[in-house]
């Protein structure tokens, strides 16, 4: 069988704009106030009375060739084998290299251990094989979660049948969270 | 029964007394909440304020450029109810009808915890059963414009502002049938805050 590949979908044609995703990040995570690992973002495009206000949920993109573990000076951003990418809080001294090396600025420094913080995809959960807190909570099903390396998994599906787009594609950083959309080029 | 205390018995149209006293001055006062508060309950729920604490009146941004106001100006909400004056803060939006203007009723509270009320908060710590020392709010540098940027009618800081205090709630402009007031019913005018006076 072959190596498993994390990857999320967002389907932006389902998302609401809830912040659902955000409240239950910080609830599983413990995220502290005031810094978040994901976040729904709002942008209002054109003039009454054709206005409309696109969502756009962002979180670490978990990218196959990534900045913030290329720049990182003690290797505590590494990359595991099925994707996701990880701090190792030992070894981060909170140089914040990886935060401006990150084109998505979903990087933070933890105000209580003062090392770098992100999204994890609930890597304790996806571990013990049930879906990121974000994914389980979402009431829109906008995100989907799974092994895109698996040709009957749902991500893998929704990639190979729909026009998928990630965020800032020019940076050559080949992100694994896809957005199902046809609005995210319009608010970038 | 509504034939008995004097209505008609079919839904009928009755238009608006206070709309039929509207000049071109004349703005529509809408209000209502957001999408991660739930009424007007949620605005000591520290997850929720993070995300949504600021609530300045929408306007849309043609009727905001014809009274020179700009976004984040201070402006005055005038009707002829309650306190009569609201002083808040305006975003431009183009997601409203030039003759509305709206502000969010789930902020703006004067009795409900420190988080509503002042943007001051408490640690519990549950280990030690601890409680800690009074902190400011982690959001209050982000973009609010500062504590004391919010009054409300008797003229004590609060966190930020309340539409409930200028809307109609009397007699003859609620709801005849129902009493409902008129949450949405209310006309105002709208003046940038400072001139004019």
Known sequence: MAEKRYAMVLDLRRCIGCHACHVACKSENEVPFGVFRTHVRYYERGEYPDTKLYFLPVLCNHCKHPACVRVCPTGASWKRDDGIVLVDYDKCIGCKYCMAACPYGVRFIHPEKQVADKCTFCVHRVDAGIAPSCVNTCIGRARIFGDMNDPNSEVAKLIATNPVTVLKPEKGTYPTVFYISNSVKEVE | ?197
């Open chain 2, 1 to 197: 029964k509504f034939h008995k205390s004097g209505h008609s018995a079919l839904p009928t149209y009755v238009q608006i007394p206070l709309f039929e006293a509207m000049t071109s001055d004349h703005l529509h006062l809408l209000t209502g909440t957001v999408n991660v508060h739930t009424q007007a309950r949620t605005a000591n729920c520290a997850w929720l304020m993070e995300i949504n604490h600021y609530n300045p009146a929408w306007i849309n941004t043609k009727t905001a450029e014809n009274l020179g106001i700009e976004d984040g100006d201070e402006i005055e909400i005038e009707s002829e109810f309650g306190v009569k004056r609201l002083e808040c803060r305006a975003k431009l939006t183009e997601g409203i009808h030039p003759k509305a203007i709206f502000v969010q009723h789930s902020l703006g509270h004067f009795a409900y915890g420190g988080l509503a009320t002042k943007g001051k908060y408490k640690e519990y710590n549950y280990e030690t059963k601890e409680e800690q020392s009074e902190k400011e709010v982690w959001y209050a540098e982000e973009e609010w414009p500062g504590p004391g940027a919010a009054k409300d009618p008797k003229g004590r800081d609060i966190w930020a502002w309340s539409p409930n205090w200028i809307i109609a709630n009397d007699e003859e402009h609620t709801d005849p049938i129902g009493g409902e007031h008129a949450w949405s019913d209310t006309i105002v005018k709208v003046r940038k805050a400072g001139g004019g006076e």
